[in-house]
Every structure is written in structure tokens, then in C-alpha cells.
């Protein structure tokens, strides 16, 4: 049986691991080869790598870091962060990233994510949205999260999805850095809408919160920080008690 | 050992370079038919689609090399979809090597699959020390029909042949390179056979 995977999620800038709460706010949370290898170790199902501060300059910090989690990591991986064209996607592959994550580059660009899934699979396209919710609906948002646009959430979601992405990655800007919990209304409306696994992001704070994400939200992927990175919820830990409840994990 | 991956542009050879090297070995690319077939074993990978991967399998002449070799061969993902006889994906005629065919999920399971599958029905010396149940990492949405020359089977919408072996072909639907514990032990295996 497919199990439900556990992400966690390093944010990098400069080479380093940070988390921010609410976007904001960064914290130091170490060495992202050595926390990756951890991970790994530790049962995490895959792994995700933001470049929050992506510029040309970093470009090649992230493409060192990159090669390095792929020499030493035994679990898929995924990179994100200024990420805006096929050049890029293949520079990063070739370091052995497993998968890519695109966000704003793909919604000012929609065509970008045909081009990727047509070059290199849509299996390796994840698309990441960054959505809010306002007066009952949910928009779309840029540039980790500062920039509002009038894109509706679900349509965007239909859109990547007949573009060929492989995946979503959604992060509800409401519940990120909250610690209460998932999207997991939204969550279980895109799962309806569209026929690709998606990844629940923003609001973990509990091991209850993965078990409601995935039955209530009907996710495939759960993502978080900061629990992980501070040790507050222990990966082993999270399996076992999902698995009490009925939720298949791989252990 | 001489361990070559068959280089035909697929996908992502670095990190099935990085598991043989943390294993010790070091898996060279080539596309040279001359050195593919003098080598000790064979990887065959494949990321992509399908009907375009063959096309460039043509073009160097790969196609009809591959079904010729003697030592071991492994084909990962896409690779061993292109050992079957066809697949749906740009109704593309395969190798031949694996006497099955491969077809598309339906829309009833969400496609791709992605993610951590159970494998089951073992058979073979590539499975050796891993156990009924174990966990191997996948990304497809195509799988190869259940057939005789299954060496693991998987359950995503139906049983499928998650593994295939015939003589000296081996194929894994899943990825080894990134299936943590029980995927360095199939590579382990792969390598002694």
C-alpha cells in the first residue's frame, strides 16, 4: 500500500538551515547536509530544500549544497526557490535533485511548467502555491508570500495540473508558523479537484495535526519546519502514532 | 568492476552514481556499444517519456545492443518499462526483453503515484535480505502488467510486477537509489549476482 509521506522542509539561505515563522523572523537551525542525513536516517520520507534567499550570487552555494545532500542522502529529494527556467531545472538535476519546486516564476509564466514537464517528466514538477485565505476565498500569493495576486487558489490548482506538474505544494499563509494545524478544508477540496498527490505545508504543530491532514485534509504529503528542526515532534515518533491511528506510514 | 550505466540522456544518472559510490563502487556512463558490452554488469535507467527515450535508444543504435547482453543488466523505472514488449505511453514499442506489457493508471488512484510502496511476492537473488513488506520509493504512472516473469509485485489500483527479471534482465519499477535501506541492499545484491 502507498504510504503517506513525511517532508521536512529546510529553509536555506546562505548555505544554512533557517525557519521563519510567518515568513518572517529567521532563526538558525544548522548545517542543512548534516540535518538532511538526519533525517534520513530517521525515517523522514523525503526531503525539501528552499533556497528563501535565492540570487545569482547564492546560485552556486545552492548547487554545492545540492550535489553534497545527493552524495551523502538515500531518500528522494526536492529544490526550490528562484527557479525560473529549464536551464535552471537542469543545472539542479544534474547535481542530483530528485524533483523541483516552482512558485512564482510558474504563475507569471504558466508555460514554464509545460516545458519543464515536457523536458524532464512531470514526475520532477512540483508546483507551490503560497495561498491566503480572505474573506472566504483564497488567493494566490508571490515571492514567499508578499505579494498578493487576484489568482484563485482552486483554478490555479486545475491549471498546473493540466500543465503537467506532478505535484502541489500548498502552504496555507494563514496557518504557516501558527502551529495549529493544517489547511485541511482547502486541502481536502484540492485533493477533489485535481488528480495529483498533494503535499499539506504551513500550521503543524502537533502530532494530531499530520493525522487530521491526512483523514480530514486528505492529503498524500505532509511538510513542516520547525517541529522537525527543533525536535519537538520526533519523526519515529510521528509514524508510530500515525500508524495507531490507521494511517499508512512506512516504518 | 566495471559497472556501466547506459547514457542515453535520461533523467537523473547522479544519484544512482552517488548509491553505487557510498556502496564503494564507481558506475561509469557510456554510450558506447564497445564498452557496454565488455562491462561486468549493466544499469539501464530512464527518466522521462517513454516514446522519446526509445527514439534516442535508436538513434544510437542502444535498442538492439541491450536485448544482446549477456551479464547482468538492471533496468530502473523507465528502463524497465522499455524491456517490456509495449506501453501505452506514445504507444511505444519496447524492447521486447519482459514478455508484458505497461499501461496507465486509471483516474481512480491519483496519477502519478508517488512515494513509499510495499513489495511483495518476492522472488530472485536480487531480493536477497529484504523482506516481504518492505518499502521502495516510486514515482510512475505507467506500471507493467503482473505477468510470470514478476519478481515483486505492488498494490496501487491493482497488482502490478513492481520488479521483472528474465535470464540475466532485471527490471525495478521503483528507484533503489533513493529507497533508502532496503534499495542499497537490492543494488548490493544486484552487484554479487
Known amino acids: 500500500m502507498l504510504t503517506k509521506r513525511i517532508v521536512p522542509c529546510l529553509d536555506i539561505k546562505n548555505g ?114 503560497d495561498a491566503k485565505q480572505i474573506d ?56 477533489e479537484l485535481v488528480n495529483i498527490p498533494i503535499i499539506a505545508s504551513g500550521g503543524a504543530g502537533t502530532i494530531q495535526h499530520f493525522a487530521d491532514t491526512f483523514i480530514d485534509g486528505k492529503a498524500d504529503a505532509a511538510l513542516a519546519a520547525s517541529v522537525f528542526h527543533f525536535g519537538e515532534i520526533p519523526i519515529l515518533e510521528l509514524k508510530k502514532e500515525l500508524k495507531k491511528q490507521g494511517i499508512p506510514v512506512r516504518l | 568492476m566495471d559497472l556501466k550505466i547506459v547514457n542515453y540522456g535520461a533523467g537523473n544518472i547522479k544519484s544512482i552514481q552517488f548509491a553505487f559510490q557510498r556502496l564503494g563502487y564507481e558506475a561509469i556512463l557510456s554510450d558506447n556499444p564497445d564498452e557496454i558490452i565488455k562491462a561486468d554488469k549493466v544499469i539501464f535507467p530512464g527518466v522521462g517519456e517513454a516514446s522519446s527515450a526509445m527514439k534516442k535508444l535508436k538513434q544510437s543504435g542502444l535498442d538492439a545492443l541491450i536485448p544482446k547482453l549477456e551479464q547482468p543488466v538492471l533496468g530502473i523505472c523507465l528502463g524497465m518499462q522499455l524491456m517490456c514488449n509495449c506501453t501505452e505511453e506514445g504507444d511505444t514499442k519496447g524492447l521486447g ?73 532485471y527490471g525495478v519499477q521503483f528507484h533503489p537509489e533513493k529507497s533508502s535501506k532496503a534499495g542499497e541492499q537490492l543494488l548490493k545484491n544486484f552487484l554479487e549476482l
Open chain 1, 136 to 191: 472566504g476565498e483564497w488567493f494566490v500569493h508571490l515571492a514567499g508570500g508578499t505579494i498578493p495576486t487576484d489568482i484563485k487558489l482552486f483554478d490555479w490548482a486545475i491549471e498546473v495540473e493540466q500543465r503537467g506538474a506532478g505535484e502541489i505544494l500548498f502552504t496555507s499563509m494563514n496557518h504557516d508558523g501558527t502551529k495549529a494545524g493544517f489547511a485541511n478544508e482547502a486541502l481536502a477540496k484540492l485533493s
Open chain 2, 97 to 169: 526483453i519482459f514478455n508484458t506489457n505497461v499501461k496507465r493508471f486509471s483516474n481512480n488512484v491519483k496519477v502519478p503515484q508517488m512515494g513509499w510502496n510495499t513489495v511483495r511476492s518476492l522472488k530472485s537473488n536480487l531480493f536477497k535480505n529484504i523482506s516481504e513488506g518492505d518499502y521502495m520509493y516510486l514515482v510512475h504512472s505507467f506500471y507493467a502488467e503482473n505477468c510470470e516473469e514478476s519478481i515483486a509485485t505492488s498494490d496501487y489500483e491493482l497488482e502490478y510486477a513492481s520488479a521483472l527479471q528474465k535470464d540475466n534482465f
Open chain 1, 16 to 129: 544554512r538551515t533557517v525557519k521563519g515563522v510567518n515568513f518572517v523572523d529567521l532563526r538558525d537551525a544548522g548545517d542543512p547536509v548534516i540535518l538532511a542525513k538526519q533525517y534520513a536516517d530517521l525515517g523522514a520520507d523525503e526531503l525539501v530544500f528552499l533556497d528563501i534567499a535565492a540570487t545569482l550570487e547564492n546560485r552556486k552555494t545552492m548547487h554545492d549544497m545540492v550535489l553534497k545532500v545527493a552524495e551523502q542522502v538515500n531518500i528522494p529529494f526536492t529544490v526550490g526557490g528562484g527557479i525560473s527556467s529549464v536551464e535552471d531545472v537542469d543545472a539542479l538535476l544534474h547535481c542530483g535533485a530528485d524533483k523541483v519546486s516552482i512558485n512564482s516564476s510558474a504563475v507569471k509564466r504558466p508555460e514554464l511548467i509545460n516545458e519543464l514537464s515536457n523536458k524532464f517528466g512531470s514526475q520532477c514538477v512540483v508546483v507551490a502555491i
